[in-house]
Structure formats: structure tokens, C-alpha cells
């Protein structure tokens, strides 16, 4: 869900409201609301290319900023001083210099920063009003150098440049100029050379394209309708001439499998499937140059190997570190040294270095030491039936002292997009509420990613409708195995999970008790009209997959909350981004309004320095605190 037209808020925070909500945490907890959310003094970590130092994020006045360290010294450096936003993302660029890009209060345009080791040469790369930009490749081997792309030209479509880092010089590397059929991607080989581009077709397919040089025209070599996928990863090593890919085509889960672009076909057998899941993510050792893992998720990460080399390191880092989850998360050009990053259910967990040769492992930091991880709760993964028979896997996440048989309170907690999934970690949200005594229940209703096209599909135009019983049947399963107590229910999302969540007490009244809305469409047709000038090309693929305004009008105003207000009679709290780019803030306007105009009060918090979910510290806090104070007054009063 993206629209990039934020809007001026009719109506403003409630302020006292809000403040009577916060007054309602009470109690004496080990942990406050600031524990949960509050910015570690360093996460993020990334070594330097030549293995000399660490860079991390840390915070200065609130915000995340880069800072170096020298390895094996206490000598730290700030690099950035943003007071207003966090750095949203950051990468070394060779040896002696850091790149970066933030956005302005939430609005999601990202631009480019580059800033040297010393803190010097501090510039902005793209100094482009309204534009966003995206790294294409980081084009390791040249330090001087990265490919982006940005909708520069057209805010509709978005096109492939060169950047200098250093001066800021940039070269267009290709055009896309039809918007009739325009390129929705690029893809580059292992010498940074712009070799493959898909582009959508006739509205709801996609082309995949391929020239063998860059001196070669493009051309056509597999159109697929959008429901089916044939998604390059990488290139060989051999020559740059085949490509691993992702694909189900034929199939109902997407596989790995190598693709020959020049006969346009796939070869050989298939490199990995997974009976349960899609199969998408696939890496490789570019000093090596052999693919080394396949990753995977079902209730948890799964790794399948592909050489011995990489099952070696895991398995070395697994009896250093035992039962808990590793990932690396950075290495040197050399591949001789790692950053190793654990977590858990119950933790946050740690950073490391790992030193391949001498194969010793050495801790940096703890990334929250004032979370007790003996007194966070687990998440346990479970699943249901939907009423039409299709399973449904979720978590269940439960106080820490509770007891088996005992009914307590229970936050449903639908995810956003639709089109993404919910995983198992560490979710300082979830943490807080099981804290103060809530269970806490996520399920990957239908529609939910990585469950194959079948189940994907079967959420097309069923928004409010197969969807949203998902979400009640799993409702239904935690009162019928005597673990929710019915009459102490609450729902709570963001973004699709804030429709869910109105669509909850909409079309469901008496099921839940108490609920939050959090940057959520109310309205299906306001929600498609405002689609920002990028998301155009696929506007016939969300008619197909969401609605169409003229075509299934009716379908979509029975799917609309904000015309049923009527129905609507569970307490409800709404928390809006005045600078969402994805959810048009008329979305929370209309129903509070609405809601008003009834002789409803509503609780409104809206924050103008934010967008698509609050990243702010304050802002955070001050919502926490809030939340947990409604759904205090009440599930528990």
C-alpha cells in the first residue's frame, strides 16, 4: 500500500484523550514502555571492507546516527548529527567512506548521502525535490561508484543512473519512458552492467527482458501474467550468461532453479523446492564465486547448503553460539572476517566478530542488556482451520507466568500489506502487551506471503469478506480451546492490519471489546484513488487483486468500514501519520469524523513529523503508553 499524497489532518490529536490514556498505566512492572522502544546504543553493525573498523547506528538527540569504531580500540567517531529523522539505512563504500539515505518526516523519498570516515566531505547526492531513489548496486570492486535508480524524469516511472559518490556526478544508464508498458525493474550482472529488466504489460503481465551486452537492444524473452513469477537472482559465475531465479511457473510454490535467458526457458532439474513454502532467497560468496544457501521460512528460518564451505561456517558459529538464531549480517571483502548477529523470541540479542582464520568469536555488544530475557514470553507457532478449509498458521505469544486452561485478555494482532507475512522473533510490541498480561495472537491469513499462489490468490477481492474470517475463525479457535477469554478480546493493526482491524468491528460487532486502528484504510475507494504516480503501472493488477471501483462497486462499498459506521459500536482508538505516504491520512480522518458525528468520541493521536508508522522515540512512547492504557481500560477494568 503506498500513496504519496499526504494529507492536511482535518481533525488534530485529542490531546486530553490521549492523556487520560496514558494516565491508566499503572502498576509496578519490571519493564516500562521505554524498555520496549526505546533506541539501542548500538545496532546496525557493518565492518569495513578491509576488516579495520565497525560502523554502527546509535543515537544522538533521539535519532539514529552513524558512528565508526576502530576494531580492537575504543576509538569512536560520529559521522552523521540528524536531529530530526533517523538515517533509515546505511552501507560502507569502500575503505574510507560511508553512503546513507533518510527521508523527510515519513514522506518515504529517499535521498542519498555521502559522508568520509573523518566526517568530512558530509553531501547530499540527489538534491531532488519530491524524488525517491533506490540502490540498484552497490558495485563493490569500484569505490567511486554506485548505480540507483529514481523517478527523476517521471514521478511514474523510475530509471537506472551512475552516481560519483564522491562529487555527486551522475550518468543515465537507460531510459523508461512508455508508460504504457513501463519497466517496473532492472537488474544488473557481476561487472555492474544492466543486462535484465521486467516491465509490465497489457496491465497485468509482466515481460521479462534481456540483452547479452549493454551495447544490445533489449528483447522480450518470457511474458507471464503477474499471478506468476519468474524472478532473477543473480547471474552465474561462468560467464554472466545464466541466471538462478525464483519461479513457479507451472507450479504452486515458487523453487529455485537456473533459467537460460537466451533460449528463454529454464534448465536442468530444480536446484531446491520446499513442500510447504516458496522458496525466493538464494546467496552467493562473491570472493568465491559459488552460490553458497538457499534460505527459507516456515515457522522459522530454515538454510539449505549449497556448499561445504558455508555449512562449515554455520555449523562452527552454531557450537559457539548454541540454541539461539544466527545470521550474518556483514563481511569484509576477504571474507575472513564476519559480523554475526543473534536473536531470539525473547531477545534482541547480540552482535559478534568472527575472525575465520583464527576462528575465534568475540563479543561487541548486546543490543538491549536492560531487557530480562527470562521475563519476555515465548511465541509459539501453531495453526487453525479457516472455515472454507484452508489451514492457517499463526503464532500465539502468552504471559510469562500463564497458566495452561486459564481464559485471560487477547490483542489480535492482524499484519500489514496484506501481501507480507508475520514471523517469529523478537517483537518488542508483543513483549509489552504479554508484559502487562495480554496473550497476543498473529495469524498469516489467506493472502499472506510465502504459502504459494493458491493460497496468495485466494485473498483477491475478499478483503473484509474470506480474509477478514480468517481472522475471526482464529478468534474462534482461542475461545474454543479455553485460552481467550470472549468477553476480553481486542484487535489491533497497522496499516491492512488497521483495515482488518475496522473491518473487525464493522462486520463483527460483538466479537471484540476494544480496538486500534493504526495508519488503516477505511474506505476502498478513497484507498485506490490515491495511488501515488509509481504505483500506476500496477493499478489494473490491483483491480484484480483488491477491487475494481466501477466494476465491483458494490462488492467494494459492503468491504468499506467507512460506510458502514453505523455498525460500529466496540471503543475505538485511531493513530494516524499525517505524512503517510502509503495511507492517505483522509483514511483516519473519515472515520473518526464519521464516527463523531455519531456522538462517538474517539481517541485520535495524529503526529505531523511522521508517515507510514511512527519511527520517531517520542512519538513511539507517547503511543505505547496510550494503546496499553485503552485496551487497559478496556479488556481489564
Not at 25 to 47: L, M, Q, R, W, Y
Amino acid at each position: 500500500m503506498e500513496n504519496n499524497q499526504p494529507g492536511n489532518p482535518k481533525l488534530p490529536s485529542n490531546k486530553a484523550a490521549i492523556d487520560d490514556l496514558i494516565k491508566l498505566n499503572s502498576g509496578s512492572f519490571e519493564h516500562s514502555v521505554e524498555d520496549f522502544f526505546k533506541k539501542p546504543k548500538k545496532t546496525a553493525f557493518k565492518i569495513s571492507p578491509d576488516g579495520r573498523y565497525f560502523s554502527y547506528l546509535g543515537p544522538h538527540k533521539r535519532r539514529q546516527n552513524i558512528f565508526i569504531q576502530n576494531i580492537g580500540t575504543e576509538t569512536q567517531i560520529q559521522l552523521t548529527f540528524e536531529e530530526n529523522r533517523d538515517i533509515s539505512g546505511y552501507m560502507w563504500k569502500g575503505n574510507d567512506r560511508i553512503i546513507f539515505i533518510k527521508d523527510a518526516g515519513g514522506d518515504e523519498n529517499y535521498s542519498l548521502f555521502s559522508v568520509k570516515i573523518d566526517g568530512s566531505e558530509h553531501q547530499e547526492l540527489t538534491p531532488f525535490e519530491k524524488v525517491k531513489i533506490q540502490i540498484l548496486d552497490a558495485l563493490p570492486d569500484d569505490d567511486d561508484h554506485l548505480i540507483i535508480t529514481m523517478n527523476k524524469n517521471n514521478p511514474m516511472l523510475f530509471e537506472p543512473y551512475r552516481i560519483n559518490i564522491k562529487n555527486g556526478d551522475i550518468q543515465q544508464l537507460a531510459e523508461n519512458t512508455n508508460p504504457q508498458d513501463p519497466i517496473s525493474s532492472w537488474m544488473t550482472d557481476h561487472n555492474g552492467k544492466i543486462r535484465i529488466a521486467s516491465k509490465v504489460t497489457g496491465g497485468t503481465n509482466s515481460t521479462l527482458m534481456y540483452r547479452k551486452t549493454e551495447a544490445d537492444e533489449f528483447r522480450d524473452i518470457l511474458t507471464t501474467n503477474f499471478k506468476e513469477s519468474l524472478a532473477p537472482l543473480f547471474f552465474d559465475f561462468e560467464d554472466d550468461q545464466m541466471l538462478y531465479a525464483s519461479s513457479n511457473l507451472g507450479r504452486d510454490k515458487s523453487v529455485i532453479i537456473k533459467f537460460d535467458p537466451n533460449k528463454g526457458e529454464e534448465v536442468g532439474e530444480v536446484i531446491f523446492e520446499h513442500p510447504e513454502v516458496d522458496v525466493s532467497s538464494m546467496a552467493y560468496s562473491r570472493k568465491r564465486k559459488v552460490p553458497t544457501k538457499i534460505s527459507f521460512v516456515t515457522d522459522k528460518k530454515g538454510i539449505h547448503f549449497l556448499d561445504s564451505e558455508s555449512k562449515l561456517l554455520q555449523e562452527k558459529l552454531e557450537k559457539l553460539l548454541p540454541n539461539i538464531e544466527i545470521v550474518i549480517s556483514s563481511a569484509t571483502k576477504e571474507e575472513d572476517k564476519f559480523i554475526i548477529r543473534t536473536y531470539s523470541d525473547r531477545s534482541l540479542g547480540a552482535y559478534y566478530l568472527y575472525d575465520v582464520q583464527k576462528e575465534v568469536l568475540t563479543k561487541i555488544v548486546d543490543v538491549s542488556p536492560w531487557i530480562n530475557e527470562e521475563k519476555m514470553s515465548s511465541m509459539r507457532s501453531i495453526s487453525y482451520q479457516s472455515r472454507d478449509g484452508l489451514k492457517i498458521n499463526a503464532y500465539l505469544s502468552l504471559p510469562n507466568d500463564y497458566e495452561e486452561g486459564k481464559k485471560i485478555p487477547i490483542i489480535i494482532n492482524p499484519h500489514g500489506g496484506p501481501w507480507a507475512r508475520d514471523y517469529w522473533g523478537f517483537n518488542p510490541e508483543i513483549q509489552l502487551f504479554t508484559s502487562r498480561g495480554f496473550g497476543v495472537f498473529q495469524m498469516n491469513f489467506r493472502g499472506s506471503i510465502g504459502y504459494g499462489r493458491k493460497f496468495w490468490e485466494a485473498s483477491f477481492k475478499n478483503w473484509g469478506q474470506k480474509m477478514q474470517n480468517d481472522i475471526t475463525d482464529g478468534v474462534e479457535y482461542l475461545i474454543k480451546n479455553n485460552i481467550a477469554d470472549p468477553d476480553k478480546i481486542g484487535i489491533y493493526g497497522a496499516s491492512y492490519g488497521g483495515y482488518a482491524t475496522l473491518a473487525g468491528v464493522t462486520f463483527t460487532p460483538d466479537l471484540y471489546k476494544a480496538a486500534v486502528d493504526y495508519v488503516g484504510v477505511s474506505n476502498l475507494f478513497t484507498f485506490m484513488g490515491t495511488m501515488p504516480p509509481y504505483w500506476q503501472p500496477y493499478l489494473e493488477m490491483m483491480y484484480e487483486m483488491v477491487g475494481h471501483p466501477e466494476h465491483d462497486r458494490q462488492m467494494m462499498e459492503d468491504a468499506s468500514p467507512a460506510f458502514h459506521i453505523h455498525k460500529i459500536k466496540t471503543p475505538l482508538f485511531v493513530v494516524q501519520g499525517a505524512n503517510d505516504p502509503r495511507v492517505n491520512i483522509d483514511e483516519s480522518d473519515q472515520i473518526v469524523e464519521a464516527l463523531r458525528d455519531k456522538g462517538v468520541d474517539v481517541p485520535y493521536l495524529v503526529k505531523y513529523n511522521e508517515g507510514h508508522g511512527f519511527r520517531n522515540e517520542e512519538n513511539q512512547f507517547e503511543f505505547y503508553k496510550a494503546m496499553l492504557g485503552f485496551f487497559t481500560k478496556h479488556l481489564v477494568y
